[in-house]
């Protein structure tokens, strides 16, 4: 079972494929995909990962998501089914039992992903902004009432893989980091593209939670020491 949830808030273009977060890498092999959440080529959020068969699974949203608007987006599986919501709404969902162990060479990372060589906006960045991110190893929030969002900052628990609020940097240039509040400490660091090197940092917006809250928003950070989940 794992959860895969994400507040974020769209820019002002949604298609081209932009990545929310996850691990993805369009050249590699086997375990390189547990999951990824991404905006497909058309702005449809999609979420993508393979079971130990290995079967690729691909949950496709319905409609596309709306320029400069808040989101919550959630994929979950409970080992008999996957499901990816949006705003508590399940758009699409697929029979799965597995994930395949990961891949661990690539990294699981937040606002790109590591085809850094593929595409030449450097991983498929996404134009938004990035709220907060938490990956869990249980299928949180599915229930008589489907996936509720959180009307709160994700929370951490035992269950918790790995949680980034992404509302503290810590350093400059190429040093700069940001915690991670669950148990495991894997500590953000942001990745800078050889092809614009001014993307990931995307100022300041504010936290839907707390509206008087400015939430600073990194948008790509790579934790590649993140180990799988089951």
């Known amino acids: 079972s794992w959860c895969l ?20 890498q369009y050249s590699g092999g086997a375990g390189a995909a547990q999951p990824v959440i991404y905006l497909n080529s058309t702005g449809v959020p999609t979420c993508v990962y393979r079971t130990a068969i290995p079967t690729t699974i691909a949950l496709v949203g319905v409609t596309a998501l709306l320029a400069n608007t808040q989101y919550d987006i959630a994929a979950n599986c409970d080992g008999v089914t996957a499901r990816l919501f949006v705003n508590g709404v399940m758009v699409s969902s697929a029979a799965a039992t597995s994930i395949e162990a990961a891949d661990n060479s690539t990294p699981f990372m937040i606002g790109r992903d590591s085809d850094i060589q593929i595409s030449q906006n450097g991983g498929y960045p996404f134009s938004g902004t990035i709220e907060e991110v938490r990956l869990s190893s249980v299928s949180r929030g599915y229930g008589a009432l489907g996936y509720v969002p959180a009307t709160a900052p994700f929370a951490s628990d035992a269950s918790t893989i790995g949680l980034w609020h992404l509302d503290t940097i810590t350093g400059t240039g190429l040093t700069m980091t940001t915690p ?16 614009n090197d001014s993307i990931y940092l995307s100022g ?22 993140l180990s799988h989940y089951h």
């Open 5 to 24: 949830e994400g507040k974020i808030k769209t820019g002002a273009s949604v298609t081209g494929n932009q990545i929310i977060a996850g691990r993805f």
């Open 180 to 195: 991670d509040s669950g148990p495991n400490g894997y500590t953000g660091n942001l990745v800078r593209s050889p092809f």
């Open 204 to 225: 300041t917006v504010a936290d839907p939670v707390a509206p008087s809250v400015t939430t600073t928003a990194v948008n790509c950070l790579v934790f590649s020491s």
